[in-house]
């Protein structure tokens, strides 16, 4: 039987609350895995680095079905738990692909030479193209992926430990 993805859209900083009202899904049979997929990334607060996560698609929850008779119903404008819900079938999540364990984009590594990225280890590692801007001081990287037909920009952990072989010169 194919796999049905569907793209869950909810207010931004939501993701969680609208993931938890999902497992009735699970339960009937209808989905395989609710996805709210995050990223790591490099925070330095108290002196020292921190790995943190954060939530890569805000606004947006990836539900895997194996069902079909779901889209027989019309689920855009229901109310679950007091909330609107945006369901739409879509492709698979192409950050699926970055994800070691199917949900967190690891950090990625890499160098500068010639003024273009060189990713040396993480996720983005041969993937280089995807990359359309790195902020160096955040630690992070503004890459494009498919979603729904569009394109969408991504932020993903990406640090840069050297430029041009002048490591440790900034």
Same mark, same amino acid.
């Given at each position: ?6 793209? +869950?859209?909810?207010? /931004?900083?939501?993701?969680?609350? !609208?993931?938890?009202?999902?497992? *009735? ?11 709210? %997929? ?6 330095? !607060?108290?002196?020292?680095?921190? +790995? /943190?996560?954060?939530?890569? +698609?805000?606004?947006?929850? %990836? ?5 079909? =008779? ?6 855009? *404008?229901? @109310?679950?738990? *007091? #909330? ?9 999540? !192409? +950050?699926?692909?970055?994800? =070691?364990?199917?949900?967190?984009? &690891? ?21 280089? =193209? ?13 890459? &494009? ?15 840069? !430990?050297? @430029?041009?072989?002048?490591?440790? #010169?900034?």
């Amino acid at each position: 039987m194919r796999e049905i993805w569907y793209l +869950l859209k909810c207010p /931004e900083g939501d993701e969680a609350d !609208y993931a938890k009202d999902c497992p *009735g899904l699970m339960a009937s049979g209808e989905m395989k895995e609710i996805v709210c %997929f995050q990223y790591q990334r490099m925070m330095r !607060y108290g002196g020292r680095w921190h +790995l /943190e996560r954060r939530t890569a +698609l805000p606004g947006c929850v %990836f539900l895997d079905g194996i069902n079909v =008779r779901m889209l027989k119903r019309d689920r855009q *404008g229901d @109310k679950t738990a *007091g #909330r609107d819900v945006s369901l739409a079938p879509c492709e698979a999540p !192409y +950050l699926r692909d970055l994800c =070691r364990d199917g949900r967190i984009i &690891e950090l990625s590594r890499g160098i500068i030479r010639n003024g273009a990225p060189v990713v040396t280890s993480g996720p983005l590692q041969g993937r280089e =193209r995807l990359i359309r801007r790195i902020d160096r001081h955040k630690r992070t990287a503004q890459i &494009e992926i498919p979603l729904a037909g569009e394109t969408r920009k991504v932020t993903v952990g990406l640090e840069i !430990y050297e @430029k041009d072989g002048l490591a440790g #010169r900034e």
